[in-house]
């Protein structure tokens, strides 16, 4: 046994992973009945969950504490990656749905869902999210809440004395090593997530939505292997593949089965410090990204509405085209101030075309049915991108440092 547990421990954390994904399988197919299985899902994603507020609010905190005068960090070039990425998704997602148009059989249901009234309650939320009360924001996971609080304290702490600032740096040590054992339980908890999803959900109900999924997945699999790819070369000028494929191994999987981009956040702070980027940046970006790098949830916007604008035959010119793909980026970047996330804010996109609300809703319905893959690949997208942008804006910045080195040299 002992043996076999370390071999066990030798593996690579994805490779335990995978192990994990094909147990889940087989046991649901052979026990489908055992659902005390799923619990060890549940109890991962709560572990993330708990974790990820405190150890944002601490890691960011220490961070600015510690920062020196005239140290740069990314983050105006990960802003902007950002907001490029998660524009570019919502107009891909604009061409595809005209090139390949879907109509969607409406039927009653989600009537008491409230979804925002207009861009201005979205953007309005997320400023009121910025001045929460910070023990409401923990408890909540409002990170964008948490994040103000963190770089306000650390801001304040920055002359306080070195005992205080260390006593910060050990508790952020601290829960980056709670991190480590609640991630090395992943295998058992992605093990209980499939199992979960598979028994509760099954693939049957998802036939009848069969085109509306390869046109929302066949969007967010086009950013991941295309689109990010081209933003990660233009910026590094070489070959993007091997950072995309390992952003999409070692935090895409789990954000797969998670469907949390909050309780990814670990992660993502644990692949940041593997792949040795600048703390004073990934542990601010990371976070924020997990609030507004939307990539995925614009491209759900885009296509559903005009998956609605097709089913009701409406005529879209380029113009109303282009809006709706500012208009699914600025929502998505407020999506999660909103309850019930990208789909909630379906019926903000379709008012662009006149669409009533209850016809909306029912749109966001149908969103729900499909939400087992469609959320899946979504956060995978958002989620995995986030480590991407934040390792290619730091890698930019070292090859244009090079640059004017060689230069200066010459």
Known sequence: MKQLVQTWNRLSLVKRIVVGIIAGIILALLVPDATGISILGSLFVSALKAVAPVLVLFLVMAAISQHKKGQQTNMKSILILYALSTFLAGAIAVVASFIFPVTLSLASGSEDLTPPDGILEVLETLLYNVVDNPIHALMNANYIGILAWAIFLGLALKNASDSTKNLLTNFS????????????????????????SITANGLSSLLDYGKLLLVLIGCMLFIALVVNPLIVYVNIRRNPYP?????????????????SSAANIPINMRLAEKLDLDPDTYTVSIPLGATINMA???????????????????????????????????????ASGVAGGSLLLIPLACSLFG????????????????????????????????????????????????????????
Not at 243 to 259: H, K
Not at 367 to 393: H, K, P, R
């Open 355 to 410: 669409i009533s609300n209850d016809i909306a809703i029912q749109v966001v319905a149908a969103g729900f049915i499909i939400g087992v893959l469609q959320d899946s690949f979504e956060t995978a997208l958002n989620s995995s991108s986030d480590v991407l942008f934040t390792a290619t804006a730091e890698y930019a910045k070292k090859r244009k440092e090079g640059t004017e080195t060689q230069l200066s040299k010459a």
């Open 243 to 259: 950072l995309v494929f390992t952003c999409l191994r070692e935090s895409g999987i789990t954000a797969f089965f998670t469907r």
């Open 173 to 196: 040590d601290a829960l980056s090593q709670i991190v480590k054992w609640v991630i090395n339980l992943a295998p058992l908890g992605i093990l209980g997530l499939v199992f979960d």
């Open 296 to 334: 995925g949830a614009a491209v759900t916007i885009s296509v559903l509405t005009l998956a609605t604008v097709h089913t009701l035959g409406i005529e879209v010119d380029f113009g109303t085209a282009l809006l709706l793909s500012l208009v699914s980026a600025v929502a998505a970047a407020g």
